[in-house]
């Protein structure tokens, strides 16, 4: 597991934990081209006071993130988190159902912290079926209305399927996609944010 603190010497500053699988761990490039520290710059460059963790591991389920959140809440104790997992039980076609569940215990276990919360939601290809593949957008959808947080719908909009910005897997951003994703995450995160 690589959770490593990106940049900021400050104690004091307030921690933004990114809490997710690959598609946040820069899974293939060098760390520092991944949106999480093209985040953290962006952050410092705009006067915003956070210390950026990245908690990200490759090839995270939700099973996976609901077993190691309670102990990098306790040890970062994050003002905000963002929360990217759902793509790999996906991918597995694993129930959606205990996806929904694992992701409800999750923001469940953030709540009391009273870390603010962004909910990132990734699409899948219509291989997959179009009944499973709109139950994962239904899933992330109904998750924010029920739980009332803030949702990005698809992290890879402008970036999925397109061979110029994804890695020889066809799954993965590659390194020119990461300020793509970066605007994408940055949007939805902006309200978010204090000085």
């Known amino acids: 597991m690589t ?3 990106i940049a900021a010497s400050s104690t004091s500053a307030r921690t933004l934990l990114v809490f997710g699988d690959s598609l946040s761990a820069a899974y293939g490039l060098q760390v520092d081209q991944g949106w999480v520290v093209l985040l953290q ?6 006067g915003y006071g956070y210390r ?3 908690a990200s591991v490759s090839g995270e389920t939700t099973s996976g993130g609901r077993a190691r959140l309670a102990r990098a809440l306790a040890q970062h104790k994050p003002a905000l988190v963002i929360l990217e997992l759902g793509a790999n039980d996906a991918l597995r076609g694993l129930p959606l159902k205990d996806a929904e569940a694992n992701l409800a215990a999750m923001i469940a276990a953030i709540r ?8 990132v939601g990734i699409m899948i290809p219509p291989n997959y079926g179009p009944q499973y593949a709109q139950g994962l957008t239904d899933m992330y959808q109904r ?11 698809f992290l890879l909009e402008g970036v999925a399927l397109d ?7 066809g799954l ?5 996609a990461q300020p793509r994703l970066l605007e994408n995450v940055w949007a939805a995160l902006k309200p978010l944010l204090e000085r």
């Open 3 to 5: 959770s490593n603190a």
């Open 163 to 169: 061979p110029r910005l994804t890695q020889a897997d």
């Open 41 to 46: 710059k962006r952050l410092a460059d705009q």
């Open 112 to 119: 009391p912290t009273k870390a603010k919360l962004l909910l």
């Open 143 to 153: 998750l924010a209305k029920v739980q009332k947080v803030p949702l990005l719908p």
């Open 52 to 54: 950026v963790v990245n």
């Open 172 to 176: 993965h951003p590659n390194a020119q």
